[in-house]
């Protein structure tokens, strides 16, 4: 399943208990669209929040766009870090 939106709802929700979602998806197979009831643990509610997602959306362009740097080792990242290198 595709999930190109997902609108949040709190239902009932108190501390210690889970947080249902509304998601809509998408099936890739058939390209039909449901809402699904999704249970979110609250200690990983903050991955749906709006800023959360638009930070998973820049990375995912990033990523498209090949602007991610792999490095071998911590050490070449912490030299890269220090070095002038602007790419």
């Known amino acids: 399943m595709a999930i190109p939106?997902?609108?949040?709802?709190?239902?009932?929700?108190?501390?210690?208990e889970?947080?249902?979602i509304i998601a809509l998806a998408r099936s890739a197979a058939s390209g039909e669209?449901?809402?699904?009831p999704v249970f979110i643990p609250?200690?990983?509610r903050f991955f749906?929040?709006?800023e959360w997602q638009a930070g998973e959306r820049d990375?995912?362009?990033d990523r498209d766009e090949g602007?991610?740097?792999?490095?071998s080792s911590g050490r070449e990242l912490i030299d890269w870090l220090k070095s002038d290198d602007p790419d």
Do not use: M, Q
């Not at 669209?33 to 699904?36: K, T």
């Not at 602007?67 to 490095?71: A, G, M, S, T, Y």
């Open 5 to 16: 939106e997902t609108r949040s709802f709190d239902l009932a929700a108190t501390e210690g």
């Open 18 to 20: 889970d947080t249902a």
């Open 33 to 36: 669209r449901r809402l699904l």
């Open 42 to 44: 609250n200690d990983e």
């Open 48 to 50: 749906w929040s709006p």
């Open 59 to 61: 990375f995912a362009a």
């Open 67 to 71: 602007k991610l740097r792999r490095f």
